[in-house]
């Protein structure tokens, strides 16, 4: 009940697509929704987030969609560029004295010039 | 402004040896941060939870005598992997809580010969 799902494992996409990545949860209880963005050898950079009292935030190209009756999010990312070529990561949080966070199993996309 | 920086940024030690990994939140004040690791092309496994001030609450399957966590001050905390092993080596993250969203520093690269 404490795992994320996340789909596809890798992507590929020609320069100036649509890159999009899904993820489903279980537990009703969480409540914070980030993205994460991992080059290799880095950390991860928070990219964008959501709460479920929101069904869409869009930041520049990047949106999340989230729909809570089915317990699903996705990152969507609009003109992808090859310096989107990375591994994304979504995650849930559960609020238990502080906010920690579930991960998903990550998606490494690669954007094609 | 949220930045979390690590020390070092790679390391080669041999096996027995304990090794200090330094997480610290430059520009902001962490009451709570966190460790993980991560394995090539894996997600991250959350190890530790470390609260200034307290003992650290391990995650389930984690050697609290093998990782010693101390977070000592609200902008420093400390990983140190005691009687290292080769088994031991991995890519290892913190993060700092600030207002409720997660900071991840750059990673620290352990290699046990």
């Known amino acids: 009940q404490q795992q994320v799902k996340q789909s596809p494992q890798s992507l590929i996409v020609q320069k100036g697509g649509i890159s999009i990545i899904n993820c489903a949860y279980e537990n009703t209880a969480f409540d914070y929704f980030p993205w994460y963005q991992q080059f290799p050898g880095k950390g991860p950079a928070l990219l964008i987030a959501i709460r479920p009292d929101v069904s869409e935030k869009k930041e520049g190209r990047f949106t999340i969609s989230f729909n809570k009756s089915a317990k699903q999010f996705s990152l969507h990312i609009m003109d992808s560029q090859p310096g989107d070529s990375a591994t994304y990561f979504c995650a849930a949080s559960v609020f238990g004295g502080t906010y920690k966070y579930i991960f998903g199993t990550g998606t490494r996309l690669k954007v094609l010039a | 402004g949220a930045v979390v920086s690590q020390h070092p940024s790679w390391v080669i030690c041999k096996s027995g040896t304990s090794v200090k990994i330094e997480c610290r939140s430059l520009d902001f004040q962490a009451t709570t941060m966190f460790w993980y690791r991560q394995f090539p092309k894996q997600s991250l496994m959350l190890m530790a939870t470390?609260?200034?001030?307290?003992?650290?609450?391990?995650e389930q399957g984690v050697e609290k005598d093998k990782f010693l966590i101390n977070h000592a001050s609200l902008t420093l905390s400390t990983l140190t992997v005691t009687s290292a092993h080769p088994e031991d080596s991995s890519f290892y993250i913190c993060s700092a809580d600030s207002s409720y969203e997660q900071y991840f520093g750059p990673g620290t690269r352990l290699t046990v010969t």
């Open positions: 470390s609260n200034e001030g307290s003992k650290a609450t391990y």
